[in-house]
Protein backbone atom coordinates (compact mmCIF):
# COMPACT_ATOMS: atom_id res chain seq x y z
CA UNK A 1 0.00 0.00 0.00
CA UNK A 2 3.18 2.28 0.57
CA UNK A 3 4.70 2.02 -2.28
CA UNK A 4 1.32 2.69 -4.59
CA UNK A 5 0.64 5.99 -2.38
CA UNK A 6 4.49 7.20 -3.47
CA UNK A 7 3.26 6.13 -6.91
CA UNK A 8 0.19 8.39 -6.45
CA UNK A 9 2.49 11.00 -5.19
CA UNK A 10 4.88 10.80 -7.82
CA UNK A 11 2.61 10.62 -10.64
CA UNK A 12 0.76 13.34 -8.94
CA UNK A 13 3.95 15.40 -9.14
CA UNK A 14 4.50 14.92 -12.91
CA UNK A 15 0.89 16.13 -13.83
CA UNK A 16 1.44 19.31 -11.63
CA UNK A 17 4.41 19.56 -13.10
CA UNK A 18 3.02 19.05 -16.60
CA UNK A 19 0.42 21.64 -15.68
CA UNK A 20 2.50 24.63 -15.32
CA UNK A 21 4.46 23.50 -18.61
CA UNK A 22 1.37 24.42 -20.36
CA UNK A 23 1.04 28.02 -20.72
CA UNK A 24 4.78 27.89 -21.70
CA UNK A 25 4.94 25.02 -24.34
CA UNK A 26 1.37 26.64 -25.37
CA UNK A 27 3.33 29.93 -25.89
CA UNK A 28 6.00 28.52 -27.53
CA UNK A 29 5.21 29.48 -31.05
CA UNK A 30 3.48 32.30 -30.71
CA UNK A 31 4.91 35.46 -32.35
CA UNK A 32 5.50 37.54 -29.15
CA UNK A 33 7.51 34.04 -27.54
CA UNK A 34 9.50 34.14 -30.92
CA UNK A 35 9.84 38.28 -30.41
CA UNK A 36 10.93 37.31 -27.16
CA UNK A 37 13.12 34.49 -28.22
CA UNK A 38 15.27 35.96 -31.38
CA UNK A 39 14.60 40.02 -31.24
CA UNK A 40 14.00 41.60 -28.09
CA UNK A 41 18.32 40.91 -26.91
CA UNK A 42 18.56 43.19 -29.55
CA UNK A 43 15.68 46.00 -29.80
CA UNK A 44 14.50 45.15 -26.43
CA UNK A 45 11.27 44.59 -25.12
CA UNK A 46 9.51 48.13 -26.33
CA UNK A 47 11.27 47.63 -29.49
CA UNK A 48 13.00 50.50 -29.10
CA UNK A 49 16.76 51.60 -31.05
CA UNK A 50 19.84 50.29 -28.87
CA UNK A 51 23.09 52.16 -28.34
CA UNK A 52 22.81 53.80 -31.97
CA UNK A 53 23.39 50.66 -33.52
CA UNK A 54 20.10 48.55 -33.93
CA UNK A 55 17.25 50.85 -35.28
CA UNK A 56 14.09 51.04 -33.68
CA UNK A 57 11.10 49.20 -34.69
CA UNK A 58 9.17 51.87 -34.56
CA UNK A 59 7.91 53.42 -37.84
CA UNK A 60 8.85 50.31 -39.77
CA UNK A 61 5.47 49.62 -41.46
CA UNK A 62 6.85 53.21 -43.87
CA UNK A 63 9.05 51.02 -45.61
CA UNK A 64 6.07 48.85 -47.03
CA UNK A 65 5.41 52.24 -48.68
CA UNK A 66 8.24 52.24 -50.79
CA UNK A 67 9.71 49.80 -53.87
CA UNK A 68 11.76 47.35 -51.97
CA UNK A 69 10.87 48.12 -48.49
CA UNK A 70 9.06 45.09 -48.08
CA UNK A 71 11.93 42.74 -49.41
CA UNK A 72 13.58 44.71 -46.64
CA UNK A 73 12.12 43.71 -43.89
CA UNK A 74 11.73 40.53 -44.83
CA UNK A 75 15.90 39.84 -45.50
CA UNK A 76 17.39 41.76 -42.77
CA UNK A 77 19.94 39.27 -40.81
CA UNK A 78 17.98 38.92 -38.05
CA UNK A 79 15.15 38.26 -39.76
CA UNK A 80 16.04 36.01 -42.25
CA UNK A 81 18.45 34.26 -40.42
CA UNK A 82 16.49 33.53 -37.47
CA UNK A 83 16.39 29.76 -36.11
CA UNK A 84 12.41 29.50 -36.98
CA UNK A 85 9.88 28.39 -39.44
CA UNK A 86 9.00 29.88 -42.20
CA UNK A 87 5.89 30.30 -40.98
CA UNK A 88 6.46 31.67 -37.59
CA UNK A 89 8.89 34.28 -39.05
CA UNK A 90 5.92 35.08 -41.17
CA UNK A 91 3.68 35.71 -38.14
CA UNK A 92 6.24 37.35 -36.44
CA UNK A 93 7.25 39.80 -38.76
CA UNK A 94 3.10 40.33 -39.65
CA UNK A 95 3.23 40.48 -35.41
CA UNK A 96 6.05 42.76 -34.86
CA UNK A 97 4.60 45.75 -37.55
CA UNK A 98 1.26 45.71 -35.80
CA UNK A 99 2.91 45.66 -32.34
CA UNK A 100 5.79 48.59 -33.03
CA UNK A 101 4.21 50.51 -36.04
CA UNK A 102 0.27 50.07 -36.25
CA UNK A 103 0.02 53.53 -37.18
CA UNK A 104 2.20 53.35 -40.24
CA UNK A 105 0.31 50.80 -41.61
CA UNK A 106 -1.12 50.54 -45.09
CA UNK A 107 -4.92 50.01 -45.31
CA UNK A 108 -4.21 47.49 -48.00
CA UNK A 109 -1.17 45.52 -46.32
CA UNK A 110 -1.58 41.99 -47.42
CA UNK A 111 0.11 39.96 -44.19
CA UNK A 112 3.39 38.19 -44.56
CA UNK A 113 2.81 34.56 -45.68
CA UNK A 114 4.77 31.42 -45.46
CA UNK A 115 5.55 31.14 -49.15
CA UNK A 116 6.85 34.80 -49.23
CA UNK A 117 9.32 34.47 -46.58
CA UNK A 118 10.42 31.09 -47.79
CA UNK A 119 11.37 32.58 -51.01
CA UNK A 120 12.76 35.64 -49.64
CA UNK A 121 14.81 34.43 -46.47
CA UNK A 122 16.77 31.82 -48.84
CA UNK A 123 18.94 35.50 -49.48
CA UNK A 124 19.95 37.35 -46.33
CA UNK A 125 20.66 41.23 -47.38
CA UNK A 126 24.49 41.61 -46.42
CA UNK A 127 24.51 45.34 -47.46
CA UNK A 128 21.77 46.41 -44.72
CA UNK A 129 22.80 50.29 -43.67
CA UNK A 130 23.29 51.20 -47.42
CA UNK A 131 19.99 49.65 -48.40
CA UNK A 132 18.25 50.86 -45.16
CA UNK A 133 19.53 54.87 -46.22
CA UNK A 134 18.31 54.73 -49.69
CA UNK A 135 14.80 53.57 -48.69
CA UNK A 136 14.90 55.91 -45.95
CA UNK A 137 15.71 58.93 -48.32
CA UNK A 138 12.47 57.30 -50.30
CA UNK A 139 9.93 57.07 -48.01
CA UNK A 140 11.20 60.49 -46.74
CA UNK A 141 10.39 62.08 -50.02
CA UNK A 142 6.78 61.26 -49.31
CA UNK A 143 6.57 63.20 -46.32
Not at 11 to 32: D, H, Q, Y
Not at 38 to 56: F, V
Amino acid sequence: MRRFKRYLERLSKIFLSFALLMPIIANAESPRFNYIMHCQGCHLDDGRETADIIPALTGTGQFLRVPGGREFLATVPGVATAPISDEEVADLLNWMLYQFSAEDMLENFVPYSTDEMHKLRRTPLLEVEGVRQQLMAEITKLE
